[in-house]
C-alpha cells in the first residue's frame, strides 16, 4: 500500500500544505471548520487504492498552510483561487472536487466559477445554496432569524473573541465540538446553533465522558498540536466574510451546479436539519445530480463518523464522474 506524501506548493500567493495519495485522475478535498487535512484520513488510502490521485489539502488558515493577517484575504474568491492554483500546480485539466464544511461551499465555487477545471462535486454536510438575487446580506438575515437569541455565526463575527474561548484549552474545545455535533451526542448534549445572549459559544456543547468510536485520543492529538500551533483565527475568517463574499458573488445569483454531482448528509446533523428545505431542493439547484443519501444516526463530521459507507460513496460517484 502506498503511504500518504505530504509536500508544500505555491499557489495564489500563498505556501499549501497538501497530503495526496495515489495515482490517476485528480480528486480534491477540501475540508471543514475545525478541521485540516487530516478529517480525509480515512479517505486518502481507500480512494488511492479505487484508482485516484487524492489529494487533502491544508485550506489557507489552516494546518501547515500560510495564514494571511487580514480578514479579507480569506473571501471565497481567494479561496477558490487557491484550488485552482492547485490544479495548476498538479499540471492537470480537470479534478473532482469533494467539500465538507466550510470545504464545501469552496467546492461549489470552484465547480460554478471554473466548469472547465472541475468537472464533478461531491457536497458533504452542507447542502448547496444558490443564491437568489433579492437576497440580503447574511449577518442581516441571520439577526432577524436569531431574534433575541445568539447565532453562533454571529458570535464569531467580533474578531478575537472566539478566539479566546476556543484557545483557552484547545484540546477540550476541539474534544467539545467534535462530540456535541456529532451523531454519538444524545440529543440533550447536543450542539445548539442558537443561544442565549448570556451564553458563550462552548455554552452550547458538551465535553464526553468517552471519545467517540471514530476519534481516538491519538486523532484528538494530532487536531490538538495543529491548532495550539495556528489558533483558530484562520477558520473563523471564513465566517467573517459572510457579507464579503455577499457582496463579490452577486453575479452567482440563480446559478445552478451543472456537474455531476452527490450529497451525503447525516440525519443528526443540525447543519443539515436547519437546511432540509436545501437538501429538499437539491434535485432542481444541482439538476445533474446523481444521488442524495442521508445517513441515519450521523451527525456533523461525516467521513469520520462513516468513512466505510462514505468511501463506499464516494468511490461509486467518483468511478462514474472520473
Not at 483561487?81 to 464545501?104: M, T
Amino acid at each position: 500500500m502506498q503511504t500518504i506524501n505530504h509536500r508544500f506548493i505555491e499557489t495564489n500567493g500563498i505556501k499549501m500544505h497538501i497530503a495526496e495519495q495515489g495515482r490517476g485522475s485528480l480528486a480534491i478535498l477540501c475540508h471543514g471548520f475545525p478541521e485540516c487535512w487530516y478529517s480525509w484520513r480515512h479517505q486518502l488510502a481507500a480512494l488511492a487504492e479505487a484508482g485516484f490521485h487524492v489529494v487533502a489539502p491544508d485550506l489557507r488558515g489552516y494546518g501547515q498552510t500560510d495564514r494571511p493577517e487580514s480578514v479579507e484575504a480569506y473571501n471565497i474568491l481567494q479561496l477558490t483561487s487557491d484550488i485552482v492554483g492547485l490544479v495548476h500546480v498538479l499540471d492537470r485539466e480537470q479534478a473532482i472536487i469533494v467539500g465538507h464544511d466550510q470545504g464545501a461551499t469552496v467546492a461549489w465555487h470552484c465547480a460554478l466559477l471554473r466548469p472547465d477545471l472541475f468537472k464533478a462535486i461531491a457536497l458533504l454536510s452542507v447542502p448547496y445554496r444558490a443564491r437568489a438575487w433579492e437576497s440580503k446580506p447574511p449577518t442581516e438575515i441571520l439577526k432577524r432569524m436569531a431574534g433575541e437569541q445568539q447565532f453562533y455565526m454571529l458570535y464569531f463575527q467580533e474578531p478575537g473573541k472566539a478566539e479566546a474561548e476556543l484557545e483557552a484549552d484547545v484540546r477540550k474545545s476541539l474534544n467539545m465540538m467534535l462530540y456535541s455535533a456529532s451523531g454519538d451526542a444524545p440529543p440533550e448534549k447536543r450542539w445548539r446553533f442558537l443561544f442565549d445572549q448570556t451564553e458563550k459559544f462552548l455554552d452550547t456543547m458538551t465535553e464526553p465522558e468517552q471519545l467517540p468510536s471514530w476519534l481516538s485520543e491519538q486523532d484528538l492529538d494530532f487536531l490538538t498540536q495543529e491548532f495550539e500551533r495556528t489558533g483558530f483565527r484562520g477558520g473563523l475568517a471564513r465566517y467573517r466574510n459572510l457579507d464579503r463574499d455577499w457582496e463579490l458573488t452577486s453575479f452567482l445569483s440563480g446559478a445552478k451546479l451543472q456537474q455531476p454531482a452527490l450529497f451525503v448528509g447525516g440525519e443528526l446533523d443540525a447543519v443539515v436539519m436547519r437546511n432540509r428545505d436545501l437538501v429538499n431542493n437539491l434535485e432542481k439547484t444541482m439538476p445533474n445530480l446523481k444521488k442524495k443519501v442521508l445517513l441515519p444516526n450521523t451527525g456533523h463530521w461525516i467521513q469520520q463518523e462513516r468513512s466505510t459507507e462514505i468511501n463506499r460513496l464516494l468511490i461509486e460517484f467518483l468511478a462514474i464522474a472520473a
